[in-house]
């Protein structure tokens, strides 16, 4: 397969196409018409008529050329010059999806998860490892946060002394309306599972940017305030990670009237909490006023606005860096490996390691027992149909 011409898409525009025009699919639309370095010339959904509905909203809402609109990704790239190809499907087709836009020699972004198991992720890993040249990422906004980037660069740089616990929660609340919306919903084979995979996979991602490499987990899942699906929508687990911190993870869709998402990360020299991806509180020692107690004070000495700096400051406190925002930044820095060939901040590799824990978490849950990591990124249970409750 030929690799698109590096130095000739510095010239210009990078051609666009958004496979999957529901919800998500929009909002990639509109990240992409607002991006000076890309060019939406394709729209592409199997309900053909949400394709040409997008494409007339781009063209008298957002005021940019019209892109044409296709039922299959293969007539998009049989008829339009296309660079860049976004993946915002159900997540089970995004494997697929993926994996043809490879093989045709183009760029490739995939909203999360990369899929739903990790036989379609590791399908995915081998089109890209056999690519020259082509760009791959996975969207984890979260990550280009001021308040994530903050606290992984003081974990990076040992600020926080050894890494010794960490709790992810998501408290969210969504409707039975929601999963009645679509078919797709709460089901194992697109949806890939519940509360975890479909609304924690970020928070998931986020926990092991910061605290590494999971090696053990265990978990227990529930559907406990919802009908009608296959999947949790409550899920509780502990993880043992390499480095020996200890963590927490908490994901539910069934605590009404909805609250926040929220990662604490603690060492023995500081400890952050990022509440709904603002940077509630920071506090290193490096910091801290001469004489303070040894003993500590809860909440004390909060450090979050001088860490993120003046600039995101106000982007951090105010919500103006909202998810609009966030994804405009990793398709910066997609764009940015495009220009200059060098990786991008979130690929197939980072990927797979979240939906490798959120499998962990699902497979423990399922025969009620702790699972090693690595058992399940080997492949160990891929043949195990997880199901939502205890063994």
């Known amino acids: 397969m030929t690799a698109l011409n590096t130095a000739t898409q510095a010239k210009r525009k990078l051609r666009t196409a958004v496979v999957g025009c529901g919800v998500i699919g929009r909002q990639h639309a509109q990240v992409i018409t607002n991006n000076e370095d890309l060019e939406l010339v394709a729209l592409v959904d199997t309900i053909e008529t949400a394709a040409i509905s997008l494409a007339d909203s781009v063209e008298k809402d957002l005021q940019k050329p019209r892109p044409a609109a296709y039922s299959s990704l ?47 992720a590791r399908r995915v890993a081998d089109a890209a490892a056999a690519a020259t040249g082509q760009v791959i990422s996975v969207i984890s906004q979260h990550r280009f946060d001021p308040a994530s980037v903050a606290v992984a660069r003081a974990v990076r740089s040992g600020r926080f002394g050894r890494i010794t616990s960490g709790v992810a929660s998501l408290a969210w609340w969504r409707g039975q309306n929601y999963y009645d919306s679509g078919q797709w919903r709460g089901t194992w084979e697109l949806d890939g599972g519940g509360a975890v995979m479909n609304q924690g996979v970020h928070s998931v991602d986020l926990l092991l940017w910061f605290l590494g490499t999971p090696v053990q987990i265990q978990a227990h899942t529930a559907l406990l305030a919802h009908e009608r699906i296959e999947v949790e929508d409550t899920a509780v687990a502990t993880v043992r990670f390499a480095s020996g911190a200890l963590a927490v993870i908490h994901c539910t869709t069934a605590a009404y009237p909805g609250l926040t998402a929220r990662i604490q990360v603690h060492g023995e020299k500081g400890s952050a909490v990022v509440d709904n991806d603002r940077l509630q509180y920071f506090h290193a020692a490096d910091n801290a006023p001469e004489g303070g107690s040894s003993y500590g004070m809860a909440g004390a000495g909060n450090q979050s606005e001088l860490e993120v700096g003046a600039h995101d400051a106000s982007a951090n406190m105010d919500g103006a860096d909202d998810l609009q925002t966030a994804h405009q930044k990793q398709y910066a820095d997609v764009v940015e490996s495009i220009r200059s060939g060098k990786a991008p901040r979130v690929g197939v590799e980072e990927a797979t390691a979240a939906l490798a824990t959120v499998r962990a978490l699902y497979v423990s849950a399922t025969l009620g027992s702790a699972v090693y990591f690595e058992d399940v990124l080997a492949g160990k249970y891929d043949e195990l149909v997880v199901h939502t409750g205890g063994a």
């Open 74 to 120: 293969a007539d998009a790239l049989k008829d339009t010059q296309i660079d860049l190809v976004a993946v915002c499907t159900p997540s089970g087709l995004h494997a697929d999806l993926a994996v043809e836009a490879l093989n045709a020699g183009k760029h490739v972004i995939i909203e999360k998860p990369i899929d739903v198991d990790l036989p379609s």
